[in-house]
C-alpha cells in the first residue's frame, strides 16, 4: 500500500517536483515500508523522534525538519540533516552555521514564511524575512545555504483563500530572487496531503506529504 500510494503521487506530481514523505508519528516499521520502495527523502518535525529515527533507519535517507527548532537542540541533528525547512531567525540560523562548521559541511535552508491567517504558525513576517536576507552577519555564514521559502497555508476548508497564500508564497519567492543574489535559491515548499495539487498549480516544487502516503 505505502509504495504503490508513493508511485502513485510521484506519477501524479511528476519529475519536477520533489515528494518529501512526513514520517512522524508513523513506526520504523512504516517508514522501511516506504524506504524499501525505493523513496529516500523524510521528513520529522520534532528533535527528538527524528533522532530515533535517524538511529534506527538506513543513513542514506535524506532528512528534512520541517517543524520549529529551538536553538539549544541544533547540534543534536546538525551531524546529518540534509535541509532544516522551518529556518525562522537569524539567530537560529548563526547557529545551524557554528554547529555544520564543526565538521566543515553544508546545511540547506529554508526560510519558513508566515502565510496563515493562523496564531498558531511559526515563519517569518516577509518585512522579517528581507531584512534577515540584509542581515550583515549573513555574509560570514559559510556552512549555511538558503535555497528557497517553506510555507503552510491556513488550515481551512476554504479553497480560495489556501489558493491566495500559496500565491503570496510564490510571488514573494520571485521578488526575494530578483532582490538578492542567493544562488541556488530555488526551492518552495509548500503543500501536504489535502492540498498538494493546488500547491503545485500555484508554483510549489516541493511537497510534504504524509497521511496521504501512509493511509
Ligand atoms: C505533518 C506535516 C505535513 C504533512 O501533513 P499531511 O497532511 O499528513 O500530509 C506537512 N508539513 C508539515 C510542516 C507538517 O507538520
Known amino acids: 500500500m505505502i509504495a504503490e500510494n508513493i508511485n502513485h503521487i510521484k506519477q501524479e506530481v511528476g519529475h519536477n517536483v520533489k515528494l518529501v514523505v512526513v514520517s512522524k508519528f508513523r513506526t520504523i516499521s512504516e517508514i522501511q515500508a516506504a524506504y524499501d520502495a525505493g523513496h529516500r527523502l523524510f521528513a520529522e518535525n520534532k528533535v527528538q523522534p527524528l533522532l530515533e529515527r535517524y538511529e534506527a533507519l538506513p543513513k542514506d535517507i535524506e532528512w528534512h525538519l520541517i517543524g520549529h527548532l529551538q536553538t539549544n ?18 539567530k537560529l540560523l548563526m547557529e545551524i ?59 481551512t476548508d476554504d479553497l480560495q483563500q489556501v489558493e491566495r497564500e500559496f500565491k503570496s508564497l510564490k510571488s514573494f519567492f520571485d521578488e526575494l530572487k ?38
Open 73 to 90: 537542540k541544533v547540534k543534536y541533528i546538525a551531524p546529518f540533516i540534509h535541509t532544516i525547512q522551518s529556518v525562522d531567525s537569524l
Open 97 to 155: 552555521n557554528k554547529q555544520a562548521a564543526k565538521d566543515g559541511h553544508i546545511i540547506e535552508c529554508l526560510l519558513q514564511i508566515y502565510i496563515a491567517q493562523e496564531d498558531t504558525k511559526f515563519g517569518l513576517s516577509k518585512e522579517e524575512c528581507i531584512g534577515l536576507l540584509n542581515a550583515e552577519e549573513l555574509k560570514t555564514l559559510n556552512n549555511i545555504k538558503i535555497t528557497g521559502l517553506m510555507g503552510m497555508a491556513t488550515f
Open 178 to 215: 530578483a532582490q538578492f543574489n542567493l544562488p541556488g535559491f530555488e526551492t518552495i515548499s509548500m503543500g501536504m496531503s489535502n492540498d498538494y495539487n493546488l500547491a503545485i498549480a500555484c508554483g510549489s516544487n516541493l511537497i510534504r506529504v504524509g497521511t496521504k502516503v501512509f493511509q
